[in-house]
T-cell receptor, first 114, second 110 residues
């Protein structure tokens, strides 16, 4: 069983640019959540996708957007990058059921905005 | 979302038990208590969760106060591999859309 994978591992962009981060969910999981983790802080929930539809959003501006594909992989897009967007971006997949909705996290993408 | 308060850091000796406290005085009746940990250079991983009763699993135990305003994660025998940031999280969604705090950095000495 393959775990959650993310690409790229590291990325450097300049202010004002756009970036796309990718996530492949764990086999059988139909839900993907994205989190932003600034240095020294806990992860902050950005949004979640369930069966290709956005299913909840945290306190992030519209320039943070996402997609989920029929195979349940996902993309996080950030437009008009700002210096404060520098962070580790984590993707987590899960399979909501009648049981506990455990989140399985990937290793993250480290984004640096200069 | 209800907030949690955890110590910034704790230290333990290898092979000894570790008790990681969490205060959540504003917890609501429908909030579950979740614990995740994040090892260095990795994404967070699930440890344990509970609602009202104490819980045990292969990784840890969760002791929940009777008034639910605090809880304690118990690692029965700390190993070097347990050195991580431990997050105590409240969420009414059953494991979903987690809101993390700053967590507790656990250091384990050999």
């Amino acid at each position: 069983e393959t775990g959650v994978t993310q690409s790229p591992t590291h990325l450097i962009k300049t202010r004002g640019q756009q970036v796309t981060l990718r996530c492949s969910s764990q086999s059988g999981h139909n839900t993907v959540s994205w989190y932003q983790q600034a240095l020294g802080q806990g992860p902050q929930f950005i949004f979640q996708y369930y069966r290709e539809e956005e299913n909840g959003r945290g306190n992030f501006p519209p320039r943070f957007s996402g997609l989920q594909f029929p195979n349940y992989s996902s993309e996080l897009n950030v437009n008009a990058l700002e210096l404060d967007d520098s962070a580790l971006y984590l993707c987590a997949s899960s399979f909501p059921s009648s049981g506990y909705n455990e989140q399985f996290f990937g290793p993250g993408t480290r984004l640096t905005v200069l | 979302d209800a907030k949690t308060t955890q110590p910034n850091s704790m230290e333990s000796n290898e092979e000894e038990p570790v008790h990681l406290p969490c205060n959540h005085s504003t917890i609501s009746g429908t909030d579950y208590i979740h614990w995740y940990r994040q090892l260095p250079s990795q994404g967070p991983e699930y440890v344990i969760h509970g609602l009202t009763s104490n819980v045990n699993n292969r990784m840890a135990s969760l002791a929940i106060a009777e008034d639910r305003k605090s809880s304690t994660l118990i690692l029965h025998r700390a190993t070097l591999r347990d050195a991580a940031v431990y997050y105590c999280i409240l969420s009414w969604e059953y494991g979903n859309k987690l809101v993390f705090g700053a967590g507790t950095i656990l250091r384990v000495k050999s």
